[in-house]
């Protein structure tokens, strides 16, 4: 498996994921009309020049899920069981059509799970950065790890 077990996982641990992804026009009107997301701001060109940035949007929850999806290869390809929850999810600069996202993540947490002896608990920090170095976007997401000796590997 390309992921890491809950062993291979330590508190301290950054992972720079390759590649980036540019975000295209059809990335954004994809997800938000998948996602049933109307907003202007996300689909409208006309009505976002004359709002506060000038220029369309791109879906912030569309942000935060390329970020984790960048992460999967180096992480939790295939030795994952599954999310627990996202938490301090924030979006400190806007993110635009064209702009290229690279994302890293930190292991901040780690501890065996009690009720479930052959899987453990980490918490990842994702963070995600356009192509001029700035953060757009972290959070911190909980996943239940499969153990090494558990099997399924």
């Excluded at 295209?24 to 689909?43: R, V």
Aim: glycine share 10%; with cysteine; aromatic share 8%.
């Amino acid at each position: 498996m390309a992921g890491k077990h809950f062993e291979e996982l330590n508190v301290g641990d950054v992972f720079q994921h390759q590649p980036g992804r540019t975000i295209t026009e059809t990335d954004n009107l994809l997800f938000s009309t998948m996602t049933h997301n109307p907003q202007p701001l996300h689909l409208d060109e006309e009505f976002s020049k004359k709002a506060e940035f000038g220029q369309r949007l791109v879906n912030s929850i569309y942000t935060l899920g390329l970020a984790v999806g960048l992460s999967v290869g180096d992480t939790t390809l295939g030795t994952t069981v599954g999310n627990l929850g996202f938490e301090k999810v924030v979006f400190p600069k806007p993110v635009f059509i064209g702009d290229t996202l690279y994302a890293e993540s930190e292991v901040v947490e780690k501890r065996e799970s009690r009720s479930r002896p052959q899987w453990g608990i980490v918490t990842f920090e994702h963070r995600a950065k356009n192509q001029r170095g700035e953060i757009v976007m972290s959070c911190r997401r909980g996943a239940m790890m499969r153990k090494k000796e558990a099997g399924i590997s």
